[in-house]
């Protein structure tokens, strides 16, 4: 798991998920992570920009689910098979993947450029809600593999 901008709600689902299923947890971020207890690993990376991003690139491989909201490290993931999710339950696939990128590079190109770009909302009940059921279908999936 990317841990640096994920939601309180989804690390504590998926701790909780994890115990119960006894499934290995890694989580990576620049920076302590509050919540986070010794049964599962975290991994404080450097400050360097892209370091937690490397170090779950370099980790995850094919049957691992990970879980990100950064587009460039799911293009990454997806291209080396790893099945990805972000913190509002969207599923990263080969057929998807380029067109979330493109529409984000996009979109960064034109903040970059000046304009005033609407930001996605707080995190609500209902995205908490599509995670956790996109979280359970694909963990689920992958476990009877």
């Known amino acids: 798991m990317d841990a640096d901008s994920c939601p309180r709600p989804v690390r504590d689902l998926i701790l909780r998920s994890a115990k119960k299923k006894g499934t290995p947890l890694f989580f990576a971020a620049n920076r302590p992570i509050p919540g986070i207890d010794n049964s599962v690993t975290m991994e404080i990376c450097p400050q360097e920009t892209g370091a937690a991003d490397d170090r779950i690139a370099e980790l ?37 993947i380029n067109y979330f990128r493109s529409l984000r590079d996009f979109t960064v190109g034109l903040a970059e450029n000046g304009a005033v770009i609407e930001r996605t909302a707080n995190y609500s009940k209902k995205d908490f809600k599509k995670f956790a059921d996109s979280f359970d279908r694909e963990l689920n999936k992958l476990l009877k593999k």
């Open 60 to 96: 995850a491989k094919p049957g691992d689910l990970a879980i990100t909201r950064d587009l460039p490290l799911a293009e990454r993931l997806v291209d080396s098979g790893i099945c990805v999710l972000d913190d509002r339950g969207r599923i990263y696939t080969k057929e998807n």
